[in-house]
């Protein structure tokens, strides 16, 4: 497995500093053959420069490349899309540009798909970091194997979390999973995965595989004007990510006329969306939604104090519709 090359792509924004790291990350790791590509989503920080230096230094020898490339401000998704079409592993590895990785993960992550036939993605452990990259003690195990069902059920109900870049995709995972959904510039890995699991994409796990997530106070990821800590325009630019990501799931349910198998899971959902967005709730009228409709009238959710009210001046929901498309 050591001859087939992996792919890590990287969209940043205005991450110098921290991108740096997460690319030595990359470069430190034990397996061979690796290509880095970073895409600059419009950065105006010194990122092209940095870039550009350890560009010219790491694609020599050693088994490894970086490439750099630069696109104006589009958000995470179509980064992503721009480099999946520039890269050219047999494995293709997402990381967000202030992650961090333990040196033999992507080894372990390659190895648990060895011998697999069919189109899947290796999902490894997890432990967070403080804003210095430091790990914190505790360690999250990537669970066991799980049926397809079982995964689904946990993705919709909100419980499955492994970072991005805790997971390998073969390049017929890809292919049936489709490009990352440029109308989300909040949660759109959620929105990945999730199809993923929708298209019936085999996970498998890598017990020995360990990335670290990053815990900080500033912007995550390429959101043009997403702020990084709570504020009512990011929170709210959440919740109707988080409702739309469902409903794009509840529609593929739709249409294989199998939804009720996963309405205990939507009522999950539903409840942790009542906690999560409590103080939005109150401005934002979800009464005339379909998938709450749906989830209230078979477990007879009664409307409590922070939920839609449906009063004047309740914010519309953006996205009516969540594509299956990418850039």
């Known amino acids: ?22 690319v030595r990350s990359v470069i430190d790791q034990t397996y061979r053959p690796l290509e880095i590509v970073v895409v600059d989503d419009g950065s105006t920080d010194e990122t092209p420069q940095r870039m550009k230096l350890l560009e010219t230094r790491e694609s020599h020898g050693d088994g490894i490349s970086l490439h750099y490339i630069r696109q104006t401000n589009s958000g995470p998704a179509r980064a992503r899309n721009r480099g999946v079409e520039a890269c050219r592993g047999t494995y293709v590895l997402f990381m967000d540009d202030d992650d961090l990785m333990a040196k033999d993960a992507i ?34 195990l990537p669970p066991g194997i799980r049926s397809p069902d079982t995964l689904l ?21 890809l292919e049936r999973i489709g490009p990352w959904n440029a109308q989300l510039t909040s949660q759109e890995d959620d929105e990945f995965i999730l199809r993923a699991m929708l298209a019936g994409v085999a996970f498998v796990p890598a017990p ?34 988080d409702l739309a990501i469902r409903e794009m799931a509840f529609r593929a ?13 939507f009522a999950g959902w539903y409840q942790r969306l009542l906690k999560r967005y409590r103080p939005i709730l109150e401005k934002v009228d979800l009464s005339g939604n379909t998938l709450i409709q749906w989830v209230r009238t078979g477990f007879d959710v009664a409307p409590s104090a922070h939920q839609a009210t449906g009063k004047a001046g309740a914010v519309p929901h953006p996205l009516n519709r969540v594509q299956d498309g990418g850039s």
């Open 208 to 241: 020995g595989a360990l990335v670290y997530y990053r815990q900080h106070i500033g912007v995550r990821r390429s959101q043009p004007g997403a702020p990084g800590h709570w504020n009512e325009t990011g929170q709210t630019r959440r919740l109707h990510a």
């Open 107 to 140: 080894a372990h992550l390659v190895a648990a798909l060895e011998g697999r036939t069919d189109a899947a993605i290796s999902f490894g452990g997890h432990a967070y970091t403080d804003a210095d990259g430091k790990p914190e003690p505790t360690v999250h």
């Open 253 to 265: 349910l739709q249409e294989d006329d199998d939804p009720e198998r996963f309405r205990v899971a």
């Open 1 to 22: 497995m050591q001859d087939l090359l992996v792919s890590v792509v990287i969209a940043t924004h205005n991450r110098a500093r921290l991108l740096e790291q997460a």
């Open 153 to 173: 059920a946990e993705m919709i109900r909100g419980t499955w979390f492994v970072p991005i870049h805790g997971n390998v995709f073969t390049r017929r995972a």
